[in-house]
């Protein structure tokens, strides 16, 4: 059992340090924000995330899990001292670590002994050895305390967060020294009973893991998703989910991240790829395959919003139903969300929106109150000329077409994820649309 102090509860941080508790650790979750650690001390979760809260509830409970606002006490009690706090994306796309360096400083007065500096957030190559100088800046004069700091990128997806936190592909751990590597990796003891590979390497290659491997699966997306606009150029019969499952059967290409959509959001892919192509370039080394997954990623957006109102005709007096405004399922985050765009431009056009979503729909009224708001699909749906599925709930996929048809104003369904069969759907006597699968 080790101790341990995690600051930021955000997704990353949170999830990090429940999941820690549960293998059995001592940890403390740190964040400056009153009304956060009040929120997490009555167990009431910051974000939706599917068993996070009774994951943190179990673990408070049996003693491992706490929080406090105090991060100089956190960090003297501790033995390993875990960066979790907000990287975001800077105006020219570079990441802003001032959070980072910030909480470097503060760290740095309280460490004693010797006491290991894990960077969890997503931060580009050269900044665990910045932020190494910077502690060694800001240490008490005389000190004796001795650290290292070692990156440990964190590969979970919102929505399954815990689960692929326990059940990860790989545990990544980056550091100059053998004792610190080892240290860490002793953390994730219960990962390595299961066999889960891990990689140990150096801190600058452990960083850019991270961005290769995000980048990697945007690659996929933008990838099926530029194939999608080929399909449906050669002609109403081709079909980019045949084309795509047996491309991803060939194991070297694998079928996982190759469904087309309407783009990829959320908080991860876009800022990891805009700092990606911002930090090579500073490198110099540009990664231009980058720009061009971007560039596709925004035109699929259009292209698929475009979808919406090619069946529309004439925009005014006209109901769109839009199913989905999180970037995906079983999360209410909206951060880069397709949802939130189609709901944003629906409205500049002058077009009436009718939305709804399963859990995202407080956050979303506070960032786009001229969207109609709707307690189910049905409702949504009632006296629409089109229904939009922007993102693949499972309940989305078992909705009652039948009934649809018979309260729509217009029987048209633009299906951004290709969940439903386009014979069935269209037998039924809707127009329907897809991406990469003809109009026919
Ligand atoms: C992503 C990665 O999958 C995680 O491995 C990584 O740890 C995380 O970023 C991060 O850097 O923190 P996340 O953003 O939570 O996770 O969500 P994903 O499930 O990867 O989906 C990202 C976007 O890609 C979504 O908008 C989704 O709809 C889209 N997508 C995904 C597609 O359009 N097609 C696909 O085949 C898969």
Request: aromatic share 8%.
């Amino acid at each position: 059992m080790s101790k341990i102090c995690v600051i930021g509860t955000g997704y990353v941080g949170l999830v990090t340090g429940a999941c820690f508790a549960d293998f059995g650790h001592q940890v403390t979750c740190v964040d400056s924000n009153p009304e956060r650690l009040d929120q997490l001390r009555r167990l009431h979760m910051p974000f939706y995330e599917p068993g996070m809260e009774e994951l943190v509830a179990k673990n408070v409970r049996q003693g491992r899990l706490s929080f406090t606002g105090d991060l100089g006490r956190a960090v003297r009690e501790t033995d390993f001292v875990f960066i979790a706090v907000g990287t975001p994306q800077g105006r020219s796309g570079a990441t802003d670590l001032g959070f980072v360096f910030t909480v470097a400083k503060q760290i740095a007065p309280h460490l004693t002994g010797y006491k290991v500096i894990v960077q969890k957030s997503t931060v580009p190559p050269g900044t665990g050895r910045k932020l190494a100088e910077l502690v060694r800046q800001h240490l008490k004069r005389g000190s004796k305390a001795r650290f290292d700091v070692v990156s440990n990128p964190e590969f979970l997806r919102e929505g399954a967060a815990v689960d692929t936190f326990m059940h990860t592909d790989r545990i990544v751990i980056g550091a100059d020294s053998q004792k610190a590597l080892k240290a860490v990796a002793g953390l994730y003891r219960p990962l390595y009973l299961i066999e889960t590979p891990m990689v140990l390497t150096n801190l600058e290659t452990s960083e850019l893991i991270k961005y290769a491997a995000n980048n990697a699966l945007a690659t996929k997306i933008s990838f099926i998703n530029e194939m999608s606009r080929v399909c449906e150029a050669i002609g109403p019969h081709v079909d980019v989910n045949v084309v795509a499952k047996a491309v991803g059967l060939d194991k070297r290409i694998g079928s996982k991240f190759l469904h087309a959509g309407p783009g990829f959001g959320g908080s991860c892919f876009p800022k990891d790829c805009a700092s990606l192509l911002h930090f090579s370039k500073q490198f110099g080394a540009p990664t231009p395959l980058t720009g061009a997954v971007m560039k596709v990623n925004r035109d699929q957006r259009r292209f698929v919003y475009d979808k919406i109102l090619a069946g529309l005709g004439s925009p005014r007096g006209k109901t769109v139903a839009l199913l989905g405004l999180a970037f995906k399922p079983n999360t209410d985050d909206l951060r880069e969300s397709v949802g939130m765009d189609f709901g944003r431009w629906l409205l500049r056009a002058g077009i009436k929106v009718k939305a709804y979503d399963p859990i995202a729909m407080p956050g979303a009224q506070q960032e786009l109150p001229g969207l109609t708001y709707c307690p189910d699909a049905y409702t949504a749906a009632r006296g629409a000329d089109v229904l939009v599925v922007v993102t693949e709930w499972n309940q989305f996929r078992e909705l009652d077409l039948g009934k649809l048809k018979r309260i729509m104003r217009r029987p048209a369904i633009v299906d951004c994820r290709n969940i439903y069969d386009p014979r069935t759907v269209r037998e039924i006597g809707f127009r329907y649309q897809g991406v990469g699968r003809g109009e026919a």
